[in-house]
């Protein structure tokens, strides 16, 4: 990410605008992406008289990530809230929790979080100073019926430009202990052993930074008995049908939700007489629906306006995924964006296999 920060003129101290621009972003799990789609979204925090308040440009984010950003909004540029004055070798108390919310994407709530760090000489050759100590904090986290409790210690090193006293390079790695808590049926334990580092760097012109082309990486979604992909800033939603998964689109620009849902689909959808029927069930005529071969196997495709409201659109594929049953993948969007859609709608499409989960 690129920060940017400036002062607010004749207010009181510490009130300050704080930009931070997401150029890149990816998240990988156990080798599979969860990329959270940051790329290219503009979060702002405007700090006065101590409260904050953040929002976002370019692009939208889950209430989630929105709590977990404001967390971080004394925790830009890498920065850590080091005493005005200290001496070689002397270990002091700093404030972390901003600095867990920043390098740890937690499922819970942090507390009990407790750093301590030693200022250690400068390095002969590049002549930063080096602070290093341990990292202490407890997360609470509820899997259904199941409360865990996690512990990390984690050791903390961290590289310093002592004329500005930016930090260069933060490095946490350590252990984290979980154990399940209380009297709860089902118990779990055990131990993750983790490594995080950040690193800061000064840009001579930031405008150069923020010009590029977000990079959306695929992420793999795995529902419904299929497989496919799609890229990440597609941000999945809560549905209340159990056999429909929806994504808005979070880039907001044009609108678009893509919407994959199975169906019950005793008939052949690839016969001419299914295709009229198909097309006379959205109030289109038989033109814009067509049979296509699907990577299911036999099927069709459409795009039309919806019957519902007229001024929204929607363009999609049906496509065979077991004996009696249907899957439906379908990108919905005001009726000018439609058609934009169409493209990225046949890739993610492309995409699709059958899977256990």
């Not at 429909?244 to 979070?250: F, G």
Request: net charge positive; aromatic share 6%.
């Amino acid at each position: 990410w690129l920060d940017m920060a400036k002062s607010v003129a004749g207010a009181a101290e510490g009130d300050y605008d704080e930009h931070r621009t997401y150029v890149d972003s990816q998240t990988v799990d156990q080798g599979r992406n969860r990329d959270s789609g940051f790329a290219g979204m503009v979060v702002v925090h405007e700090i006065r008289n101590r409260r904050v308040q953040t929002s976002l440009q370019r692009r939208v984010a889950p209430m989630k990530a929105l709590d977990r950003l404001q967390a971080q909004a004394d925790f830009n540029h890498v920065w850590l809230p080091l005493p005005k004055a200290a001496r070689i070798g002397e270990a002091f108390e700093v404030k972390a929790t901003a600095m867990v919310a920043t390098l740890f994407d937690l499922d819970g709530k942090a507390r009990d979080v407790s750093a301590t760090l030693t200022l250690r000489g400068p390095d002969p050759k590049s002549g930063r100073l080096r602070l290093d100590g341990v990292l202490t904090f407890l997360e609470e986290v509820k899997a259904g019926p199941v409360s865990m409790e996690a512990r990390y210690a984690l050791d903390v090193v961290a590289e310093l430009d002592p004329a500005d006293r930016r930090i260069v390079t933060l490095t946490v790695k350590g252990k984290t202990t979980v154990s399940g808590v209380g009297d709860a049926a089902g118990k779990a334990s055990g131990e993750v052993v983790s490594e995080t580092t950040i690193t800061a760097k000064r840009v001579a012109d930031p405008a150069t930074w923020k010009a590029p082309t977000p990079k959306f990486r695929d992420n793999v979604h795995r529902e419904l008995g299929a497989e496919f992909r799609a890229p990440s800033y597609w941000m999945q939603f809560e549905s209340e049908d159990p056999a429909t998964r929806r994504y808005a689109d979070s880039r907001g620009e044009a609108g678009g939700t893509l919407i994959v849902q199975t169906v019950d689909e005793p008939n052949d959808i690839g016969t001419p007489e299914y295709l009229k029927a198909f097309a006379a069930a959205l109030g289109v005529d038989d033109k814009s629906v067509k049979s296509a071969t699907t990577p299911l196997g036999k099927g069709l495709t459409f795009r039309c306006p919806m019957k519902e409201d007229p001024k929204m659109g929607i363009a999609g594929r049906m496509m065979t995924l077991s004996k009696g049953r249907a899957l439906v993948v379908k990108i919905a969007a005001p009726a000018e964006n439609v058609a934009g859609y169409q493209a990225e709608l046949d890739r993610i499409a492309g995409t699709f296999k059958r899977s256990a989960k």
